[in-house]
C-alpha cells in the first residue's frame, strides 16, 4: 500500500490534533509523504478555516516540522482554499505562500445575494440555500454547484480537486435527490468533459475517505460511479484521508486501492522531491 495523505487538517483549523501530534503519528503508520492542507483564511468569519494570525503560527510549525522530521518522514506545506467567484481563489493563494501543491474545493453556495452557506454543514443550511438561492429546484442547485468546480478548475492551476462530489453528505438516504438518476449522473459527466477540454492544467481528483471516516457517508469522495467515470476519462487521481483525527490518517486506505484496481486503475498520483506530480503503482 502507498502511504500517503496530501489532506491533513490540524487544530488550528478544524482538526482536532497539532502538527507536531500528526507528524509523530503519520511516523508511526510509516507514511512516506503528509501533505497539511488546513483551510485557507477567508475575508468572512468561519470557525473552521484559519484566520490571518493563525496562517502565520501554521506555516511556521510546519517549517519547524519539515526541519525536525527530515531523516524520517517528508512533510509539505499546502491549504486547501475555498473556490468562491470574486471572493476567494485558490492558484492565488498557491502563489502567494509558494505552497507545494494546493487543494481547491467547493463548499459555499450563495443562500442569498449577499450570504453564503456550506453544502456540507447543518442540514437545516443546506435546505435554506436549496429553498433561498435556488427557490427549492434541486436540480439548479447541483448544477450550479458543479458548475463552481468547472469554473474552479478552468480558472485556476490547481493540483487536486477536494471532495468532488460533496454535496452528497446531506443527501443520506436520497433525501434531496436520487444520485442514481440521469439528469445527475449527465451533469457530472459533463461536468467532468468540459474539465477536461476546457482546463490548461487538469488537475488531479483526490478519492477521499474522510466522509466514512467520520460517518456521514458509506462511500467515497467521489461515489464510485464517479470513480468509474474517472477512468473512463483518464483522470488522475490520488488517495486522501481529509484527515481530521490522527489516528484515520491512512482510513479505508486498504479497501480503496482494492476498488480502484477493480475499477481499472493500475496508478495513483505522487508528490516526488521536485514538487512534480508523478505516476506510482497501485
Given at each position: 500500500?502507498?502511504?500517503?495523505?496530501?489532506?491533513?487538517?490540524?487544530?488550528?483549523?478544524?482538526?482536532?490534533?497539532?502538527?507536531?501530534?500528526?507528524?509523530?503519528?503519520?511516523?508511526?503508520?510509516?507514511?512516506?509523504?503528509?501533505?497539511?492542507?488546513?483551510?485557507?483564511?477567508?475575508?468572512?468569519?468561519?470557525?473552521?478555516?484559519?484566520?490571518?494570525?493563525?496562517?502565520?503560527?501554521?506555516?511556521?510549525?510546519?517549517?519547524?516540522?519539515?526541519?525536525?522530521?527530515?531523516?524520517?518522514?517528508?512533510?509539505?506545506?499546502?491549504?486547501?482554499?475555498?473556490?468562491?467567484?470574486?471572493?476567494?481563489?485558490?492558484?492565488?493563494?498557491?502563489?502567494?505562500?509558494?505552497?507545494?501543491?494546493?487543494?481547491?474545493?467547493?463548499?459555499?453556495?450563495?443562500?442569498?445575494?449577499?450570504?453564503?452557506?456550506?453544502?456540507?454543514?447543518?442540514?437545516?443550511?443546506?435546505?435554506?440555500?436549496?429553498?433561498?438561492?435556488?427557490?427549492?429546484?434541486?436540480?439548479?442547485?447541483?448544477?450550479?454547484?458543479?458548475?463552481?468546480?468547472?469554473?474552479?478548475?478552468?480558472?485556476?492551476?490547481?493540483?487536486?480537486?477536494?471532495?468532488?462530489?460533496?454535496?452528497?453528505?446531506?443527501n443520506k438516504n436520497s433525501a434531496f435527490f436520487d444520485e442514481n438518476e440521469n439528469w445527475y449522473l449527465q451533469i457530472v459527466e459533463n461536468?467532468?468533459?468540459?474539465?477536461?477540454?476546457?482546463?490548461?492544467?487538469?488537475?488531479?481528483?483526490?478519492?477521499?475517505?474522510?466522509?466514512?471516516?467520520?460517518?456521514?457517508?458509506?462511500?467515497?469522495?467521489?461515489?464510485?460511479?464517479?470513480?468509474?467515470?474517472?477512468?473512463?476519462?483518464?483522470?488522475?487521481?490520488?488517495?486522501?484521508?481529509?484527515?481530521?483525527?490522527?489516528?484515520?490518517?491512512?482510513?479505508?486506505?486498504?479497501?480503496?486501492?482494492?476498488?480502484?484496481?477493480?475499477?481499472?486503475?493500475?496508478?495513483?498520483?505522487?508528490?516526488?522531491?521536485?514538487?512534480?506530480?508523478?505516476?506510482?503503482?497501485?
Open positions: 500500500m502507498i502511504r500517503q495523505n496530501y489532506h491533513t487538517h490540524c487544530n488550528l483549523c478544524d482538526g482536532n490534533n497539532s502538527i507536531i501530534e500528526l507528524v509523530e503519528e503519520a511516523i508511526k503508520f510509516n507514511i512516506e509523504i503528509l501533505g497539511f492542507s488546513s483551510h485557507a483564511p477567508l475575508p468572512f468569519f468561519q470557525d473552521w478555516v484559519l484566520t490571518n494570525e493563525k496562517l502565520i503560527i501554521y506555516f511556521n510549525e510546519i517549517e519547524k516540522a519539515i526541519k525536525d522530521y527530515q531523516d524520517k518522514i517528508t512533510i509539505k506545506k499546502s491549504l486547501e482554499v475555498d473556490f468562491i467567484p470574486g471572493i476567494s481563489s485558490p492558484q492565488i493563494f498557491k502563489e502567494i505562500y509558494n505552497l507545494d501543491y494546493v487543494i481547491g474545493s467547493v463548499h459555499f453556495l450563495p443562500s442569498d445575494e449577499d450570504n453564503y452557506l456550506t453544502v456540507d454543514g447543518e442540514d437545516n443550511d443546506f435546505k435554506l440555500i436549496l429553498k433561498t438561492g435556488f427557490n427549492n429546484n434541486i436540480k439548479k442547485m447541483v448544477e450550479y454547484y458543479y458548475f463552481l468546480i468547472e469554473q474552479m478548475c478552468i480558472q485556476n492551476k490547481i493540483d487536486i480537486i477536494g471532495h468532488f462530489d460533496l454535496i452528497k453528505k446531506n461536468t467532468l468533459k468540459n474539465i477536461k477540454i476546457k482546463s490548461s492544467n487538469i488537475p488531479i481528483f483526490e478519492i477521499n475517505t474522510g466522509g466514512i471516516a467520520r460517518g456521514y457517508i458509506k462511500e467515497p469522495y467521489p461515489s464510485l460511479k464517479i470513480i468509474s467515470l474517472l477512468k473512463k476519462y483518464n483522470f488522475d487521481i490520488t488517495v486522501n484521508s481529509d484527515c481530521h483525527n490522527k489516528e484515520n490518517l491512512l482510513f479505508y486506505y486498504d479497501e480503496i486501492y482494492n476498488i480502484l484496481k477493480d475499477i481499472g486503475f493500475m496508478q495513483i498520483m505522487k508528490l516526488n522531491e521536485y514538487n512534480k506530480w508523478i505516476g506510482v503503482k497501485i
